[in-house]
Every structure is written in structure tokens, then in C-alpha cells.
């Protein structure tokens, strides 16, 4: 068997450079060790930026988004038993999308398989690459049908897998720099079956810990309660679970929150990564199987989307023209976009951790964070600009 590009892995990442390369007649083959119904179901995240939703809109992967996303143009900080609403869209003019990732997912993969006639294989197992520094590459991987390994030859493969898939396992040490940072403090991620309880993104600022909420959709509301890393799921009980997220979201004036059956419940550690360069040989990593933000700023799968537009113009303007300029700028194009978030991420990880940490003087600053974004116009625009990504041209 033979492909030009071999696409490892159908999350956002993977299914929009799918689509991308089909849409130029580039043939390649997507492989996904889950089954289509699995990814088709696996709420992650919601939150989109204006520009990653223009990236899809010009590649006509973004009509069932904008029939059925809403727009959100305000959040509500809450700390010291106050209500801090911050309008972002009149400051800049951009907005966020709210479209639950498995959604989108499910439009890529029906666009990708169905509609643009890509060829996709759901359950393989063991996929190992080989051969990425020589021009001849090969993808091998274990049928689940007939549980015979196949082998596919290439000219690239395009790591698509997440955070724990096997492409970025492939590096070979010493030749790529991972950087890490870990935050030490864990997220009881949350779903709930219950109608949002405001029509926008809340951040609680409690000396208990930092809570979220983050409407998804009229029936299912994601919430998020600060944790000790590593912590057991099970350790939080569903009254546990209301009570604490009543106290840290509660404020003056606020309503309180519409509880419901928890339909998802799982601690996730805060931690980043990021892989430089982004390529070897013939491997472009794209996505969390590069680099992962902690979902603190709500970036990753914009990331995602971003690393997805550009290597897929990069791999058709090659396969197609000749024209390896968009390769040869790709990682670099992106890690400038995937820093800057990250930065992000990490000046916002205080704005949300510091009242809890135990430290008066960390308490003491992040107050003044918070307190500047609504005194200063000029730190509310920057920060604005930073939380929807429209600074770097997104
Ligand atoms: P994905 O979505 O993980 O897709 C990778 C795909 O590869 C498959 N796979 C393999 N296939 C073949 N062989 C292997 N060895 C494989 N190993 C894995 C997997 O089954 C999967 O289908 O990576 P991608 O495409 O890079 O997309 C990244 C995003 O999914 C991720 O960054 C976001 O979900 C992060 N994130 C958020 N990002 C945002 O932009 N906004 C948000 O509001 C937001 N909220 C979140 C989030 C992530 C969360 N979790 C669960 C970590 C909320 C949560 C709770």
C-alpha cells in the first residue's frame, strides 16, 4: 500500500489536515486506534477561537459550527464575593465560538470519510513509523479485523496522535528538545448534566480552590474545581462536587448554580509540554501529540487547528507545486503562536491558583491582576486580545 502522506491519529488536528489534503486530491490515510462512534462521543473541549473558526469557514469545514455554535462575548470573573463581568468582544471586536469538540469531530470525520472520499482506518493497534530520516518512509500498524500487520509506504507521516500517542515516541533522543513544565495543582474536570447557570464562562477565585464553569451546550455544563494533583475522582462525591462549586462560584447577587446528574468526572494534572523542532525527517508532529497546554487558557485544540491549517498548505503546496517553503517555515510558524500561549497560559494559572496557594504575598498579587484588568483599559485590551488569540493574527 502506498499514500503520499500517512495522517496518524483523527482528532481535530489529524481530521482537518485530512480534509485540507483531500480537498487538493492529495491522497493519504488517516489511522485512529478508537473506533468512529468512541471519537464521535468524546467531550473534551469547547471553546474556539474567531480565527481558528475562520481557518475551517475558508476550508468549508465550518458550516455545521456556525448553523449550530454559539457566540460568546463576555466571561464573569468572581472573587471576593464579587461579580466582575468582562465584555472581551466590545474591548477588541472578536469573539469566542462555543461547539463541544466531539461535534466538531464528528463534522471533520463525516467530511474527511464520507463526503471527500479520504480513506481512514478506526481500531488499529501498535502503530510504529519507520524510516522518517530517509525519503522513503513506512507506517506499520496492526489490522484489527484480521490481526495481521499491514505496512503502508509514504512520503510523509503527519503525527496527529495527542498526548499519548506513539508518533512523538519516535523521535529519536537528542534530536528533538522537550520542554516541560508542571503547574503541581490538579482540575476535577467536569460534566454536568444541567442547563448552564449564566449565558457565559465563569471564573471563581476562591481561597478553596479555583472553579469554572463553562457553558456547553441548553442540556450540559462543564465545570472545573482546582485539586490536589493525582487526586481519586471518586473522592468527590456528586454533593461534594455541588457544595464546593456553590462556595467557590458563589457571589453577591449571583443565583445559585443549577445542579445536575455528573456525566463526567475525572481529575486532570495540570501540566504543558512542548516538542522543538516540531519535525524529523519526514515526521511533522501537528497538535497536543506536539506540544500540550494545560486547558487552563482553553487553547489546545485552537492550537491544534492552527498546526493543522499550516501543514496541510505546506504539504499541498509541496505535493502539488514543488513548493517546500511552507515546510521548511512550519515549525517555526508554529512554536512562535504555541509560546506565546503558552506564556499565556502561565501568567493566567496564577490569576487563577494564587488566591488558594496559602501565600498571603501570592494571594496579595493576584489580586492586583485582577483588579488591574478591570481599573486599566489598556491591561483589559492586552489581556483580552491574549485570552482570544486575535494578537497573532488568529
Ligand atoms: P486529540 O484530540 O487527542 O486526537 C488525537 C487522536 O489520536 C488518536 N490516537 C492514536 N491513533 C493511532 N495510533 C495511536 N498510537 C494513537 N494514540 C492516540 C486518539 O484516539 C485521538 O483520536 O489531539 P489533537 O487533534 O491534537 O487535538 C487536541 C485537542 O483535543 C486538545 O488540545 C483539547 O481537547 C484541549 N482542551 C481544550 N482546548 C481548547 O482549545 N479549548 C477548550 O476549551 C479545551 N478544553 C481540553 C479542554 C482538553 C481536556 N482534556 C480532556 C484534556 C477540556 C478538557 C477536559
Redesign the pocket.
Known amino acids: 500500500q502506498r499514500f503520499p502522506v500517512v495522517v496518524?491519529?483523527?482528532?481535530?488536528?489529524?481530521?482537518?489536515l485530512g480534509n485540507i489534503l483531500r480537498a487538493a486530491s492529495v491522497d493519504c490515510l488517516v489511522?485512529?486506534?478508537?473506533t468512529r462512534e468512541?471519537?464521535e462521543q468524546?467531550?473534551?473541549?469547547?471553546?474556539?477561537?474567531e480565527g481558528?473558526v475562520r481557518g475551517l469557514q475558508r476550508r468549508g469545514l465550518a458550516d455545521t459550527l456556525l448553523a449550530r455554535a454559539q457566540r460568546h462575548t463576555e466571561c464573569e470573573f468572581r472573587f471576593d464575593g464579587e461579580r466582575y463581568r468582562f465584555g472581551y468582544a466590545e474591548l477588541t471586536g472578536v469573539h469566542h465560538w462555543v461547539y463541544p469538540?466531539q461535534l466538531l469531530?464528528t463534522d471533520l470525520v463525516r467530511e474527511y470519510a464520507d463526503v471527500r472520499g479520504g480513506a481512514i482506518r478506526f481500531g488499529?493497534?501498535?502503530?510504529e513509523l519507520h524510516g522518517l530520516d530517509t525519503d522513503h518512509p513506512s507506517v506499520s500498524?496492526t489490522c484489527p479485523d484480521t490481526g495481521r500487520r499491514q505496512v503502508v509506504h509514504c512520503d510523509f507521516v503527519a503525527g496527529?496522535?495527542?498526548?499519548?500517542?506513539?508518533?512523538r515516541a519516535a523521535l529519536p533522543a537528542g534530536r528533538a528538545h522537550i520542554a516541560r513544565s508542571d503547574y503541581g495543582i490538579g482540575?476535577l474536570?467536569l460534566l454536568a448534566q444541567a442547563p448552564p447557570s449564566s449565558d457565559c464562562v465563569l471564573f471563581g477565585m476562591h481561597p478553596r480552590g479555583f472553579a469554572g464553569h463553562?457553558p456547553r451546550s441548553a442540556e450540559v455544563t462543564?465545570y472545573?474545581l482546582e485539586c490536589p494533583p493525582g487526586d481519586d475522582p471518586e473522592n468527590w462525591s456528586e454533593d461534594r462536587v455541588w457544595t464546593e462549586l456553590q462556595q467557590r462560584l458563589g457571589a453577591h447577587g449571583a443565583p445559585p448554580l443549577t445542579e445536575g446528574r455528573l456525566i463526567?468526572k475525572?481529575v486532570?494534572d495540570m501540566h504543558n509540554y512542548v516538542v522543538e523542532p516540531m519535525v524529523f525527517g519526514r515526521l511533522f508532529l501537528?497538535?497536543?501529540?506536539?506540544h500540550?497546554?494545560?486547558?487552563i487558557?482553553?487553547?489546545?485544540?485552537?492550537?491544534?487547528?492552527h498546526?493543522?491549517f499550516l501543514l496541510g498548505d505546506g504539504l499541498v503546496a509541496h505535493l502539488t507545486k514543488g513548493d517546500s517553503t511552507g515546510l521548511d517555515g512550519y515549525s517555526s510558524a508554529c512554536l512562535t503562536r504555541v509560546w506565546d500561549y503558552q506564556e499565556f497560559s502561565h501568567w493566567l494559572s496564577e490569576v487563577y491558583h494564587g488566591t488558594s496557594s496559602g501565600d498571603p504575598y501570592r494571594a496579595g498579587t493576584t489580586l492586583a491582576r485582577l483588579r488591574r484588568i478591570f481599573d486599566s483599559p489598556t491591561a483589559a485590551r492586552a489581556f483580552a486580545e491574549q485570552y482570544l488569540g486575535s494578537h497573532t493574527g488568529g
Open positions: 496518524v491519529g483523527a482528532g481535530p488536528a489529524g481530521l482537518t489511522l485512529e486506534i478508537e468512541f471519537i468524546r467531550p473534551r473541549a469547547g471553546v474556539l477561537e481558528a469538540q469531530v488499529v493497534q501498535d502503530v500498524y496527529c496522535d495527542g498526548a499519548r500517542g506513539a508518533t482540575w474536570a463553562m462543564r472545573y463526567e475525572r486532570l501537528a497538535g497536543d501529540a506536539a500540550l497546554t494545560a486547558p487558557a482553553a487553547k489546545g485544540m485552537n492550537l491544534a487547528l498546526d493543522a
